[in-house]
């Protein structure tokens, strides 16, 4: 009983041993992607900014063991094991992120990324760039479709997508959905693909705040082929729901400021001051008949 | 979009108009040089005109010239007003903190505090003798029935309407009620001069950002103010390497990572966390909102474990 | 001796009022150890409440341990004359204006003590220009000012007969000083109406000091009860207070009794009865005090709540337990056992009994204040190991001994410029006690 037991626990822990170091495998589609740009002493610098401001404080100095002590261990940059990703390996890495890695999706363009991924080669003396084609999606844009001054009713919103050149609907473009928040983007649906008219449509959430009249900036964004994403529609929507408007100062509190103290507390205040003061002018009154009644004798 | 930029013209014109003096033209030099065209018969190559509000040309030594930031005053007004229709919360995440203290690096780094003097600590915790071990960051909770803002005898601590807690070290006169009120030790004094007093000593005093630090005057996180004012996130929150704070407006219902500058529903995040505010029961209202240490990312140092001083 | 005229006991009590050698001596003393402490308080405003032991965590220490001290002092003067004179015990009568002129200079000083642990003291103003009414500090500002100058009145009021006597009959004194009393005796000729205003003066000032009395120090128990820390956070620390001034307040009268007596020769006046009646009275205070006590430890200690009890523990067998149980037992338990027996309520051992009450009661302001805020309910880190517990500096503790040595200069003054034991009302119930004799 209590050998099996142990082996349990040994063979669990193992698991997650081997599940913490499952080999990061990237979809096909991907691993090939090339950067689309020539690697420079340019995209060489400014990678290194981005590098030392995003990636050094887990992976430490390329080529030196300063590497945060984490599990599993982040690479030297400068490894071997490290090199051997092909530059679309890196870019889904990094755009993607795993466990402990973050996804930098959002944090970073896809030009930043590329421009790590020229900065982290300079640690390979036998790497080659090859230059990949220019992206070919970018004549392409969407509308929405939705009547009524984009006026939100049903919690639909229709996207049509079209070749801005000719017109012409575009088929199977993945589209997510954003509301801009005070800090950022906040995706408010899956990704949805267009279909054979170039149509999708996106859940709208009932429950999201616009601001005090109810508008919302959304904006919908399409998937690159390198997994990073662009703008295609960014408008502002009319929704029913209206951001609170209550301020918290309106109330009487404790916590307030003077003008706002309780009403009881102020004339408690005011009514006990007057109130003994009154009587030690009072007393002092008297004190000056005591006074005045002597000086008459 | 339209509706976006409206409030920070607003904001920008209302900005002008307390300033009083250089007008739109201090900040392009473009509307500087029409003028220096404009009037060229008065020559003078040092020479400087800029545009008041007023509609007058007003002229400088070019050398005099600095950025004019706001004088004391200014600050002041601005500061206890509040930005409107905002009601800030930060959320953190117990499961990804591993104590890098990024976030008291740059927050001291940003107030002028000493090592020693925290705004946000990242305290070392362990509930009872047999639960887990775990790092919570502590910032000042912004409670919403603040025992500290209850007891100021002078107005000099107060609560804004967007929700964080300020001090005005111009108007605080040290009695330290505040800490002693605080259930969060969240507030700190500055028993000394402080950290290079004598390098700010001339700066006006921005009340949003409780700089330039004042002797013998209480100091405290401020949800930094002055970086919401600009719509960007907290020192804290943006300098975590972790991804372990969330900032963002309740009246939006949604919150920022700092790190990986995701956008989440506030709901949505503290309903699937379970999320909890730190002493509930004591019913202040905190606006700090804490995930559970559940999954710890990080494995925690055993060592550490026994100088643990928890009370 | 009840025989003794009216002249002799005016004579008696006016031997004191002339300055004398022993006099200078004393206040040059007081003043120079006055100066030396000041000095002190001179280097905590140029370099920072930082001179001082208090940290962060532990940021209220000395000065205000000794301002609640000092506040509990204050409060005999309303036990003495008002409580006591207005139910009719005559005994008071010789040590009333004693009382009066510790309870003035207790309460005149405790303002300045807070001063002291101001970090920006030249911003006092700012409490009356923005002053909240929810905080608890403004009410005690206000309460501490108005029971100053109650307190004044008390002294004053109730001496303007003897004033006029101390005038008609010591022609032989400075100018100075005939000239003050000449100011304050009102032109004093003893007139029935002029008796009527004073009787009725006296009367209300007694009645309205209760109120403003328990006000002062139930407020100052607020600083402490309005937070949510665990050993403050409680709902009797008002009469705990009041209480336990009371007990503070008689052991400060026992000594100045005994001092006086001594110095001014007054054992006529302040008979063995009084001490007997005082120590009986110390008793009592202390009785309900002990009561509040038992109230304050035993409820908390029995359920033992988390935050409460590492403050409890700190207390009764950590590293407060020493003074802890000084306290209690030296300064409140043991006193009322040997005060239950009539040969310790005898002067000397009186005295030393009111010594050990009074440092007792100054350690228990400490005890109330320090230890609590060891034990905040976040754990103390990250921060130098100095911050962690509170030891009073060398010039925290000079600033603290400078309140006392201003005290004294106070009461020293006041009771030797003043007739110390009420003259008129000696006379009169000297005179009444006859007349009821040949009755």
Redesign the interface.
């Known amino acids: 009983m209590k050998s099996s037991f142990i082996l349990i626990v040994i063979l669990s822990l193992l698991g997650t041993y081997v599940k913490a170091q499952t080999p990061w495998v990237v979809p096909d589609d991907r691993k090939g992607l090339l950067a689309p740009l020539k690697f420079s002493d340019e995209t060489r610098k400014l990678g290194q900014e981005v590098f030392n401001k995003t990636c050094v404080s887990c992976h430490g100095h390329p080529g030196q063991p300063d590497q945060a002590k984490l599990v599993p261990a982040p690479k030297d940059p400068a490894s071997k094991e490290y090199q051997q990703n092909l530059d679309g390996e890196f870019f889904y890495k990094i755009t993607e992120g795993r466990g402990l890695m973050p996804s930098f999706k959002k944090m970073l363009k896809s030009e930043d990324i590329w421009n790590v991924i020229s900065y982290v080669r300079t640690f390979n003396k036998e790497y080659v760039q090859k230059v990949g084609a220019a992206d070919s999606s970018s004549g392409i844009t969407g509308k929405l479709l939705s009547k009524l001054d984009y006026l939100i009713k049903d919690n639909k919103i229709e996207v049509k997508v079209i070749q801005q050149s000719n017109k012409m609907p575009v088929i199977g473009v993945k589209l997510s959905l954003y509301a801009k928040r005070n800090f950022g983007w906040l995706p408010l649906d899956e990704m949805r693909i267009s279909n054979a008219s170039g149509k999708l449509t996106f859940n709208y959430p009932k429950d999201l705040p616009g601001d005090k009249v109810g508008d919302v900036n959304i904006k919908v964004n399409m998937a690159n082929a390198d997994g990073t994403e662009r703008t295609i529609i960014d408008t502002i929507i009319k929704t029913e729901i209206k951001c609170s408007q209550y301020n918290l100062l309106d109330n009487r509190a404790m916590w307030n400021v003077r003008s706002k103290a309780p009403i009881w507390l102020m004339l408690s205040y005011c009514g006990s001051v007057l109130a003994a003061w009154g009587v030690i002018f009072y007393i002092i009154w008297i004190l000056l008949q005591i006074r005045n009644k002597g000086a008459k004798v | 979009m339209e509706d976006n930029k409206e409030p920070k013209e607003n904001k920008r014109r209302e900005f002008l108009k307390t300033l009083g003096i250089i007008g739109a033209a201090g900040a392009s030099g473009a509307m500087a040089l029409y003028f220096g065209q404009q009037y060229e018969k008065i020559k003078s190559g040092k020479k400087v005109r800029l545009l008041t509000v007023d509609n007058k040309v007003v002229e400088f030594e070019n050398g005099e010239l600095k950025e004019f930031k706001g004088t004391t005053e200014d600050f002041i007004a601005r500061g206890r007003e509040g930005i409107p229709g905002k009601s800030w919360v930060m959320v953190i995440d117990l499961a990804k903190c591993r104590n890098a203290r990024k976030c008291i690096g740059a927050c001291q780094n940003a107030h002028h505090l000493r090592p020693e003097q925290y705004h946000v600590n990242t305290l070392q915790m362990q509930d009872s003798e047999i639960t887990s071990p775990y790092f919570m960051p502590k910032p000042c909770q912004h409670c919403d029935n603040p025992p500290c803002v209850s007891v100021c005898p002078v107005d000099a601590t107060f609560k804004r309407t967007d929700g964080p807690v300020l001090i005005d070290n111009e108007r605080c006169i040290g009695c330290r009620f505040c800490i002693a009120a605080c259930p969060y030790s969240a507030r700190i004094f500055n028993w000394f001069d402080p950290k290079d007093a004598e390098k700010f000593a001339n700066d006006p005093y921005d009340i949003e950002l409780n700089v330039p630090q004042k002797r013998g005057t209480v100091s405290k996180c401020l949800f930094s103010a002055d970086r919401l004012r600009k719509n960007e996130l907290p020192y804290c929150v943006s300098n975590c390497p972790n991804g372990v704070y969330y900032f963002g407006d309740k009246n939006e219902d949604a919150v920022t990572n700092g790190t990986t500058k995701e956008t989440v529903r506030l709901s949505t995040l503290l309903k699937d966390n379970a999320a909890y505010r730190l002493m509930e029961e004591l019913g202040q209202e905190p606006r700090v909102y804490y995930l559970p240490p559940k999954n710890r990312l990080f494995p925690f140092p055993e060592e550490e474990n026994k100088k643990d001083n928890h009370v | 001796m009840d025989e003794k005229t009216k002249s002799g006991i005016i004579h008696d009590i006016l031997k004191s009022v002339k300055l004398n050698n022993g006099f200078y001596v004393w206040m040059a003393f007081l003043t120079v150890s006055l100066v030396f402490c000041l000095t002190a308080y001179y280097q905590q405003l140029t370099?920072?409440?930082?001179v001082t032991g208090?940290?962060?965590?532990i940021?209220?220490g000395m000065y205000i341990s000794n301002f609640v001290f000092f506040v509990a002092s204050s409060l005999i003067g309303m036990l003495i004359s008002s409580v006591l004179g207005l139910t009719g015990q005559k005994w008071v009568t010789p040590i009333t204006r004693m009382a009066e002129i510790i309870a003035f200079a207790f309460a005149a000083v405790a303002g300045l003590v807070i001063v002291s642990?101001?970090?920006?003291?030249e911003?006092?103003l700012?409490?009356f220009?923005?002053?909240?009414?929810?905080?608890?500090?403004?009410?005690d500002?206000?309460v501490v000012t108005?029971y100053v100058?109650?307190s004044l009145?008390l002294f004053i009021?109730p001496m303007?007969p003897d004033l006029a006597i101390a005038y008609n009959n010591r022609s032989d004194l400075p100018k100075w000083q005939r000239l003050l009393y000449k100011l304050l005796s009102?032109?004093?000729?003893g007139?029935e109406?002029?008796k009527a205003?004073?009787h009725?003066?006296v009367r209300?000032?007694l009645i309205?000091v209760i109120p403003?009395a328990l006000?002062i120090h139930t407020v100052t128990s607020w600083?402490?009860a309005?937070?949510?820390?665990a050993g403050w956070n409680s709902t009797i620390f008002g009469p705990y207070f009041v209480t336990g001034a009371f007990v503070t307040g008689v052991a400060s009268v026992i000594i100045a009794m005994y001092v006086f007596r001594k110095i001014y020769h007054l054992q006529e006046y302040i008979k063995d009865i009084h001490f007997d009646k005082i120590g009986k009275l110390l008793v009592l205070v202390s009785l309900v005090y002990l009561y509040f006590n038992i109230n304050e430890f035993l409820v908390p200690g029995y359920k033992m709540p988390k935050?409460e009890a590492?403050t409890l523990h700190s207390l009764f067998s950590g590293g407060h337990a020493i003074m802890f149980w000084f306290v209690q037992l030296a300064g409140l338990i043991i006193p009322i056992f040997l005060l239950l027996l009539k040969k310790f309520r005898k002067p000397t051992p009186l005295l030393i009994i009111g010594l050990f009450v009074f440092v007792g009661a100054w350690l228990k302001r400490y005890l109330i204040v320090i230890p609590t805020?060891e034990?905040?309910?976040?754990?103390?880190?990250?921060?130098?190991e100095s911050?962690?517990f509170y030891q009073p500096t060398f010039t925290e503790i000079c600033i603290t001994l400078a309140s006392f040595i201003l005290v004294l200069i106070i009461v020293s003054v006041l009771a030797k410029v003043f007739p110390l034991i009420p003259i008129q009302e000696t006379i009169d119930e000297r005179n009444n006690k006859t007349e009821s004799h040949e009755e």
């Open positions: 370099t920072g409440l930082g208090l940290r962060d965590y940021s209220w642990d101001m970090g920006r003291p911003r006092l700012n409490v220009l923005y002053g909240r009414f929810q905080s608890p500090i403004l009410w500002v206000t108005t100058m109650i009145l009021v303007v009102l032109n004093w000729i007139s109406e002029q205003l004073l009725k003066a209300i000032l309205l403003v006000a600083l402490f309005v937070t949510p820390r935050h590492v805020q034990h905040p309910f976040l754990p103390i880190q990250n921060v130098p911050y962690t």
